[in-house]
């Protein structure tokens, strides 16, 4: 049987439209795997590149890939820890697997970055970060926390109150799978309302002092109090 012809354009053959729409059904069905091939790409190759050219370049997903090293070394089930001392009673090293033991929360929010470009609607989940501090015993003589991270060179801080908000996380998961390596996995600082390289990638430590230390971008310029829209001459709208 012929086609009929659409109103105003070309007809269009039953096999031309059958075809059409597996192709379309293929490039959806096909388009989780092609991103996660992407993202590996992206992220491997940025682990390699001193140049940090790599980051100037967008996945599907709108991140961009950044590390200060040139390489990071990869954490994994045996050997990846957190701890958290300094100004605490009770120092404490966490495994992969007892982190995970632990009540989590999830969010959803736009990550946003102080380069300009933002992710709309990101899952996070993980540990609330005042849990990991009520359960070592902050001093009175701390004021803020420090995190450092297992690429040796990355470091953040957060005042005391900041880091007891309830939207900061030490996140496990993220856009609901297990962190990959190259977003900062196996774990990350997540600090919601703020720009996003607050949030810092591969951490392995916190640390209890009693001022903010500046961290490796405040050192170069960046603002310590980094609310997204409220700091470094920015007005996005708020995540």
């Not at 040139?70 to 009770?90: A, F, H, N």
């Not at 993980?126 to 849990?131: A, F, I, N, T």
């Amino acid at each position: 049987m012929a086609s009929e012809p659409e109103p105003g354009g070309t007809p269009i053959g039953r096999r031309l439209l059958l075809g059409t729409l597996g192709l379309g059904a293929l490039g959806v069905a096909a388009a989780p795997t092609l991103q996660r091939g992407l993202e590996s790409f992206l992220g491997g190759a940025a682990d390699k590149d001193p140049t940090g050219l790599t980051g100037l370049l967008p996945n599907g997903g709108g991140f961009r890939y950044y590390s200060v090293t040139s390489s990071v070394p990869k954490k994994g089930e045996d050997d990846y820890r957190l701890t958290i001392d300094g100004l605490v009673d009770r120092p404490t090293t966490y495994t992969l697997d007892e982190l995970r033991a632990l009540p989590q929360t999830r969010m959803v929010r736009d990550v946003q970055c102080v380069t300009g470009w933002r992710v709309p609607d990101t899952p996070f989940e993980g540990v609330r970060l005042s849990r990991l501090l009520d359960a070592a015993g902050v001093r009175s003589s701390a004021g803020a926390v420090r995190f450092t991270c297992f690429d040796g060179a990355y470091s953040e801080s957060l005042t005391l109150s900041q880091a007891r908000r309830d939207d900061v996380l030490v996140a496990l998961r993220m856009q609901d799978k297990g962190l990959s390596h190259s977003h900062g996995g196996p774990v990350r600082l997540y600090v919601a309302p703020m720009y996003f390289y607050k949030s810092a990638k591969w951490l392995s430590g916190i640390t209890l002092t009693s001022d903010v230390r500046p961290g490796y971008w405040e050192k170069r310029g960046y603002d310590v109090d980094a609310w997204v829209g409220r700091s470094n001459g920015r007005d996005d709208e708020v995540t």
